[in-house]
């Protein structure tokens, strides 16, 4: 192999590169479903977003509707497995005897039949396999840390973004110079602008408005924003955070932004919240 210069370390990286771009061929999208990203710093109230979704959806969805997604999850374990056994000789991995022939059929097969699951769950017992999956999934350093996002961010319906809004007075706890609705705007920039999402629209949770209201009245925004002049008006105070963020979208005319005040930990609220952005994400799927 011609090395052109490099070391052996970015050769590794590039390598990883191309086999995480390889897993990332985003699956044909089913009609029947949306994916949506949901992300925004630490704290802001994702894994509460999650959790209520989960709730106001648990009896949600009929039998016939649940046997409509067994289709989309089949196909994603063995397109994931697949990636794995094709990546193993350029991670000079080699899988044992016994397993040969399990590999060999999930090369060849397209379809997930009982005796290709069992395949599957033979080589994910597999030592080497585990191996491979980790140095796919895993790769340390924050550029492949990032790399590693990519697969999710391949054929997003909508991104939901949720930032809190009650933090204004506090900093960051990895920088205690840095106020974190500031980190916060300057995360949505990045993602908001980023390439893989130039069309898709962007939902924005402004978080903890419960916590934001009691505070306002107490704390001026202007400590988070030296410029903001009106006090302790709350529906002011949430429009000029509003504006700060939709102010950072370099392409208003192909992509919206549909911003939603909420309190996540209030599930019947956020029962009417996730009515509302459905026809934002049915729109996306036309
Ligand atoms: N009062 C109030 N608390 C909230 C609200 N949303 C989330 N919280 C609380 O804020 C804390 C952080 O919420 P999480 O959902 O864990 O935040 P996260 O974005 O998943 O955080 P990381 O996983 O650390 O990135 C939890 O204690 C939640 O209960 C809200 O609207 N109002
Ligand atoms: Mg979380």
């Given at each position: 192999?011609?090395?052109?210069?490099?070391?052996?370390?970015?050769?590794?990286?590039?390598?990883?590169?191309?086999?995480?771009?390889?897993?990332v061929?985003?699956?044909?999208?089913?009609?029947?479903?949306?994916?949506?990203?949901?992300?925004?710093?630490?704290d802001?109230?994702?894994s509460t977003?999650?959790?209520?979704?989960?709730?106001?959806?648990?009896?949600?969805?009929?039998e016939?509707e649940?046997?409509?997604f067994?289709?989309?999850?089949?196909?994603?374990?063995?397109?994931?497995?697949?990636?794995?056994?094709n990546?193993?000789?350029?991670?000079?991995?080699?899988?044992?005897?016994?397993?040969?022939?399990n590999?060999?059929?999930?090369?060849?097969?397209?379809?997930?039949?009982?005796?290709v699951e069992?395949?599957?769950?033979?080589?994910?017992?597999?030592?080497?396999?585990?191996?491979?999956?980790?140095?796919?999934?895993?790769?340390?350093?924050?550029?492949?840390?990032?790399?590693?996002?990519?697969r999710c961010f391949?054929?997003?319906?909508?991104?939901?973004f949720?930032?809190?809004?009650?933090e204004?007075?506090?900093?960051?706890?990895?920088?205690?110079?840095?106020?974190?609705?500031?980190?916060?705007?300057?995360?949505?920039?990045?993602?908001?602008?980023?390439?893989?999402?130039?069309?898709?629209?962007?939902?924005?949770?402004?978080?903890k408005?419960?916590?934001?209201?009691?505070k306002?009245?107490?704390?001026?925004?202007?400590?988070c924003?030296?410029?903001?002049k009106?006090g302790?008006?709350?529906d002011?105070?949430?429009?000029?955070?509003?504006?700060?963020?939709?102010?950072l979208?370099?392409?208003?005319e192909?992509?919206?932004?549909?911003?939603?005040?909420?309190?996540?930990t209030?599930?019947?609220?956020?029962r009417?919240v996730?009515?509302?952005?459905?026809?934002?994400i049915?729109?996306?799927?036309?």
């Amino acid at each position: 192999m011609g090395n052109c210069g490099k070391t052996p370390q970015t050769e590794h990286f590039q390598e990883t590169e191309e086999i995480q771009l390889e897993l990332v061929t985003p699956p044909k999208p089913k009609e029947n479903t949306a994916k949506l990203l949901l992300l925004g710093p630490g704290d802001s109230g994702k894994s509460t977003i999650f959790r209520q979704m989960k709730i106001i959806h648990h009896n949600g969805y009929t039998e016939e509707e649940r046997e409509t997604f067994i289709e989309t999850i089949n196909e994603n374990i063995l397109e994931s497995m697949k990636a794995i056994v094709n990546a193993l000789p350029r991670l000079s991995l080699e899988i044992s005897d016994e397993n040969q022939e399990n590999v060999d059929l999930i090369r060849s097969t397209l379809i997930l039949t009982k005796e290709v699951e069992d395949a599957i769950v033979e080589l994910w017992k597999d030592p080497v396999i585990q191996k491979a999956y980790s140095i796919i999934t895993d790769v340390g350093g924050q550029r492949n840390e990032r790399k590693k996002w990519v697969r999710c961010f391949q054929g997003v319906t909508a991104l939901i973004f949720c930032s809190s809004l009650s933090e204004y007075d506090q900093n960051l706890f990895e920088d205690e110079n840095q106020k974190r609705i500031p980190e916060s705007l300057m995360l949505f920039e990045e993602v908001c602008n980023s390439r893989w999402f130039v069309d898709t629209s962007v939902i924005l949770f402004l978080n903890k408005v419960d916590i934001f209201r009691d505070k306002i009245s107490k704390t001026d925004l202007s400590v988070c924003f030296p410029e903001y002049k009106d006090g302790h008006d709350f529906d002011k105070a949430i429009a000029f955070i509003e504006q700060k963020f939709k102010s950072l979208n370099q392409n208003p005319e192909r992509k919206q932004i549909y911003t939603h005040t909420i309190c996540a930990t209030d599930t019947e609220e956020m029962r009417f919240v996730f009515d509302s952005i459905k026809a934002v994400i049915q729109n996306e799927r036309l």
